[in-house]
């Protein structure tokens, strides 16, 4: 069935270092991807996506690349600072034609000062 | 920047009880879908509507759920008889047009059914 795998579950950095936190996706067709962030107790905000038609994009300290082959893709943070701390989602829109996201079980990342 | 909005924020409930949660979605927004989120568990698609009908329902989605649009700004998710397992935060999110595929999050409602 669909599926998205997230690694790791949790990670935790110095202030400064980068992270990074990767997906995997079964279903083959999927053609979008987003990343979201989430606070504690808050809503889930969109910080960055990509569509199967580019393979990185770039938007300020966060990247994500897109390997479509391999069926897996990654979020990329740099210079990291505490206010990113928070748990962050992957997501895989899957091929029926709804638009519904399948998500990841989540990696809580704490930057450490 | 219009958001999406839902009431109420918590919800406290007996078991066997009907909840009813609500969302506003964003204005001009053509699709809308309840998520919900165990603790500490990854936010699951329950359903999707678009033209006034559900496009897709999860396994999650049983007889127990329904969904409504009853006017042109409100989108409910109506749970007959709650169970225990229920309890969880109830994400509702909308999306633009078909080639926008951006879904913007409301707050969640944390139901807790005891």
């Known amino acids: 069935g669909e599926n998205v795998e997230q690694h790791p579950s949790t990670l935790s950095v110095q202030e400064g270092d980068s992270a990074v936190i990767k997906c995997t996706y079964s279903?083959?067709?999927?053609?979008?991807f987003p990343w979201y962030k989430q606070e504690l107790g808050k809503r889930p905000q969109l910080i960055i996506d990509i569509r199967s038609n580019v393979g990185e994009k770039k938007d300020q300290r966060i990247a994500v690349t897109l390997n479509k082959t391999a069926k897996h893709f990654s979020l990329h943070i740099t210079e990291t600072q505490p206010e990113d701390s928070a748990v962050y989602f992957c997501a895989a829109k899957t091929s029926s034609n709804t638009g519904k996201l399948i998500f990841g079980q989540g990696t809580t990342l704490q930057v450490k000062p | 920047e219009p958001e999406v909005t839902q009431t109420p924020s918590h919800q406290v409930t007996q078991m066997g009880q009907e909840v009813i949660l609500r969302c506003v979605p964003i204005s001009n927004h053509l699709y809308f879908y309840w998520y919900r989120q165990i603790l500490g568990q990854k936010v699951e698609f329950l359903v999707s509507f678009y033209n006034n009908e559900i496009s897709e329902k999860s396994e999650i989605f049983d007889d127990q759920f329904s969904v409504e649009r009853p006017d042109g700004s409100n989108f409910t998710l109506k749970i007959r008889s709650t169970k225990l397992e229920d309890s969880a935060m109830y994400f509702c999110a909308s999306r633009d047009r078909s080639f926008q595929e951006t879904q913007y999050f409301g707050p969640g409602t944390r139901l807790l059914v005891l």
């Open positions: 279903d083959s067709a999927s053609n979008y």
